[in-house]
Nanobody, 121 residues
Framework: QVQLVESGGGSVQPGGSLRLSCAAPESVFSISVMGWYRQAPGKSRELVGITSHGIINYADSVKGRFTISRDNAKNTVYLQMNSLKPEDTAVYYC????????????????WGQGTQVTVSS
């Protein structure tokens, strides 16, 4: 098992910013995919943005406002959220895929525990 540690959620007013981070153990050999999903009350979990092999894709709803970055040395992915809107309110989940805990190990995937982001005046 790989434990992901998420941090950075909270409450902010519309137009504000938050930065989420998600760290996997540095002992993990490699991680192909890192990204973020979110789930608002009464809705299905949806992709926010994801990075794989240097390519980053974002949901249309967050393009131009959210930025994903990744520190491969620390096995950490970040989500910088700017110009937040009330509709961004959700639980944000970190996702990692193509995880090899050791060389030639099987590829696995894991989810973070989720962190609440609330945008309200």
């Amino acid at each position: 098992q790989v434990q992901l540690v998420e941090s950075g959620g909270g409450s902010v007013q519309p137009g504000g910013s938050l930065r989420l981070s998600c760290a996997a153990p540095e002992s993990v050999f490699s991680i192909s995919v890192m990204g973020w999903y979110r789930q608002a009350p009464g809705k299905s979990r949806e992709l926010v943005g994801i990075t794989s092999h240097g390519i980053i894709n974002y949901a249309d709803s967050v393009k131009g406002r959210f930025t994903i970055s990744r520190d491969n040395a620390k096995n950490t992915v970040y989500l910088q959220m700017n110009s937040l809107k009330p509709e961004d309110t959700a639980v944000y989940y970190c996702y990692v895929g193509g995880v090899r805990r050791v060389v030639f190990g099987p590829r696995e995937e894991y989810w973070g525990q989720g962190t609440q982001v609330t945008v309200s005046s």
